[in-house]
């Protein structure tokens, strides 16, 4: 069974520009979070979707916005980028957006860099 | 706040057990996962407490006492492709799915 994969791997911008991620989720998880992980730190939450809608949202500016498409999968976008947007930016999807294990499964993630 | 934290560095013999400790302070709680990172790579599940005690799977294990805002990982029988970062998350109340990280342990297990 296929896992969660993004798009693009890597991407290389300069400040001021903008820049779209993709995630495709598990087969049959309808719930997709985002995570920017900073060289040698956690992941840090930004944003999750469930049935499309927003269920969550992390401590990040408004040029950060997110969806969620009908077929479940995700599109991150970041507006103005900045120096200290250069992460990897991860993509997790769980089958639901609640309580029990529903433990999230991260895809391989977008090293962006930012010049 | 919400505040997690968890060694920095840990060094490990092959073959030896190590324990890596994890203390959080959160607004909530509604669960506790441990994640196996290796360099450059996404995070794997490796266990879930949600309640009081030890959780054993395999070579791992995984406690928690929530009176004391504190858990641990236990690793058996080190093997040298253990050597990776493990990072303790707590998912916060409200009925999503929010995980809070802490910035990870790194483990290296030396032959």
Not at chain 1, 2 to 20: D, E, M, Y
Not at chain 1, 45 to 62: A, L, S, T, V
Not at chain 1, 80 to 98: M, V
Request: hydrophobic share 30%; proline share 4%.
């Amino acid at each position: 069974d296929a896992g969660v994969t993004q798009s693009p791997t890597h991407l290389i911008k300069t400040r001021g520009q903008q820049v779209t991620l993709r995630c495709s989720p598990i087969s049959g998880h309808k719930s997709v979070s985002w995570y920017q992980q900073v060289l040698g730190q956690g992941p840090q939450f930004i944003f999750q979707y469930y049935e499309k809608e927003e269920r969550g949202r992390g401590n990040f500016p408004d040029r950060f916005s997110a969806r969620q498409f009908p077929n479940y999968s995700s599109e991150l976008n970041v507006n103005a980028l900045l120096l200290g947007d250069s992460a990897l930016y991860l993509c997790a999807s769980s089958p639901t957006h609640g309580v029990g294990v529903n433990e999230q499964f991260f895809g391989p993630g977008t090293r962006l860099t930012v010049l | 706040g919400q505040n997690i934290d968890q060694p920095t560095e840990m060094t490990a013999t092959e073959g030896a057990i190590v324990q890596i400790n994890c203390t959080y302070q959160t607004s909530g709680f509604n669960g506790l996962f441990w994640y196996q990172q290796h360099a450059g790579e996404a995070p794997t599940f490796l266990s879930y407490n949600v309640l009081d005690g030890l959780e054993e799977k395999g070579r791992f294990s995984s406690f928690l006492s929530r009176s004391k805002g504190y858990s641990y990982l236990l690793l058996k029988e080190l093997q040298m492709k253990d050597s990776a970062s493990y990072l303790c998350a707590v998912r916060t109340s409200g009925g999503y799915n929010k995980l809070i990280f802490g910035a990870g342990t790194r483990l290296a297990v030396h032959p």
